[in-house]
């Protein structure tokens, strides 16, 4: 026999107790799954109509197969390249590629645009040598020559000059600003035919940026 028998009145209440808690948890599982009373509070905020129609819109634009996401990323693509098409002829900055934004490139481009440089006639200069070059004429050849020295000189000695005019127009205009590789941005534009750069020009010959 134990020392301690547990005392059989301890035994009913604890079995009786459980059954209580037991159909009181049922009786509120069950509840929950009833319909709620349209008065009654729904325990969340309602939202507002534009924040609704801005869930469902999402919804029913989220592509629901692989051909759906591929064709709307090639027409997000396709959007993207015009709009950077169209900023290319216009300008506008929201739309320019990286290389090209900002105040610093965009005045390193009207600097090179406001006046004339001969390395933008490098390419016509170099089809003349050439074809000068190909005459049999010895001393026609020798001309040629000459002159191709003549035109690579003055190419350096020309972007020497606008580099070092280029820094110190950045450094007064743009004393905290980025400058790193504007120079070198504004001298590969020199290389490029007025009418063929990108972005346009949008400043004129004698115009001051």
Same mark, same amino acid.
Request: no cysteine.
């Given at each position: 026999? !134990?020392?301690? !028998?547990? !005392?059989?009145?301890?035994?009913?209440?604890?079995?009786a107790?459980?059954?209580k808690e037991s159909?009181a948890d049922?009786?509120?599982?069950?509840?929950?799954?009833?319909?709620?009373d349209?008065?009654?509070?729904?325990?969340?905020?309602?939202p507002k109509?534009?924040?609704?129609?801005?869930?469902?819109?999402?919804?029913? $634009?989220?592509?629901?197969?692989?051909k759906?996401?591929?064709?709307r990323s090639?027409?997000?693509?396709?959007?993207a390249?015009?709009?950077?098409r169209?900023?290319?002829?216009?300008?506008?900055e929201?739309?320019?590629?990286a290389r090209d934004?900002?105040?610093?490139?965009?005045f390193?481009?009207?600097?090179?645009?406001? %006046?004339?440089h &001969?390395?933008?006639?490098?390419l016509?200069l170099?089809?003349? &040598?050439?074809?000068l070059?190909?005459?049999?004429?010895?001393?026609?050849?020798?001309v040629?020559?000459l002159?191709?020295?003549?035109? &690579?000189?003055l190419?350096?000695?020309?972007? &020497?000059?606008l580099?070092?005019r280029?820094?110190?127009?950045? $450094?007064?205009?743009?004393?905290?600003? $980025?400058?790193?590789?504007a120079?070198?941005y504004? @001298?590969?534009?020199? @290389?490029?035919?007025? %009418?063929?750069?990108?972005?346009?020009?949008?400043?004129?010959?004698?115009?001051r !940026?």
């Amino acid at each position: 026999m !134990p020392r301690h !028998p547990v !005392p059989l009145g301890f035994v009913f209440r604890s079995r009786a107790k459980s059954e209580k808690e037991s159909a009181a948890d049922k009786a509120l599982v069950t509840d929950s799954k009833q319909t709620r009373d349209p008065q009654a509070p729904k325990g969340r905020p309602t939202p507002k109509r534009s924040v609704a129609q801005g869930q469902r819109r999402s919804v029913a $634009n989220t592509p629901t197969t692989r051909k759906e996401a591929a064709k709307r990323s090639r027409d997000e693509r396709r959007a993207a390249m015009e709009k950077q098409r169209q900023a290319l002829a216009t300008g506008d900055e929201r739309y320019l590629p990286a290389r090209d934004k900002g105040p610093v490139r965009r005045f390193a481009r009207d600097f090179v645009d406001s %006046r004339f440089h &001969i390395a933008e006639f490098f390419l016509p200069l170099a089809v003349i &040598i050439l074809v000068l070059s190909m005459v049999q004429v010895a001393s026609m050849q020798n001309v040629a020559l000459l002159l191709w020295l003549f035109v &690579i000189v003055l190419i350096v000695v020309d972007s &020497i000059g606008l580099g070092f005019r280029l820094k110190k127009q950045l $450094n007064a205009r743009f004393p905290d600003a $980025n400058k790193k590789g504007a120079v070198a941005y504004a @001298l590969m534009r020199t @290389l490029q035919m007025r %009418r063929l750069r990108l972005p346009k020009p949008q400043v004129k010959r004698g115009e001051r !940026p």
